[in-house]
């Protein structure tokens, strides 16, 4: 059974980080890209972060310079490390598995349950 279990969010204030962690299961993230995408309240969803399976990074220019995603294959796993966080990265955080289809990553169907991220002013 395919799974993607992130953790690691919570409440914390302006300034502070926080590191997300994806744990995938039921098939290998060799070599597929990954990705990290964010729903703040009452908005739509947006890709902040992807990883190829070669480990080229992208980012949203709202988080470049602050996030940093990474994989480790040998444990299967995605993180997101979040610094200097700002009240708008307020939002629930999702990892997903996918491809590239030339610059434009298109991840899987499964996707987790995402976990909540709290930026205090």
């Known amino acids: 059974q395919v799974q993607l279990v992130e953790s690691g969010g919570g409440l914390v204030q302006a300034g502070e980080s926080l590191s997300l962690s994806c744990q995938v299961s039921?098939?290998?993230?060799?070599?597929?890209?990954a990705g990290w995408y964010r729903q703040p309240p009452g908005k739509q969803r947006e890709l902040v972060a992807t990883?190829?399976?070669?480990?080229?990074?992208n980012y949203a220019d709202s988080v470049k310079g602050r996030f940093t995603i990474s994989r480790d294959n040998a444990k299967n796993s995605v993180y997101l490390q979040m610094n200097n966080l700002k009240p708008e990265d307020t939002a629930d955080y999702y990892c997903?598995?996918?491809?590239?289809?030339?610059?434009?990553?298109?991840?899987?169907?499964?996707w987790g349950q995402g976990t909540q991220v709290t930026v205090s002013s």
């Open positions: 990883i190829s399976g070669g480990g080229t990074t």
């Open positions: 039921g098939f290998r993230i060799t070599p597929m890209a």
């Open positions: 997903t598995v996918g491809t590239f289809s030339g610059a434009t990553y298109h991840p899987t169907a499964k």
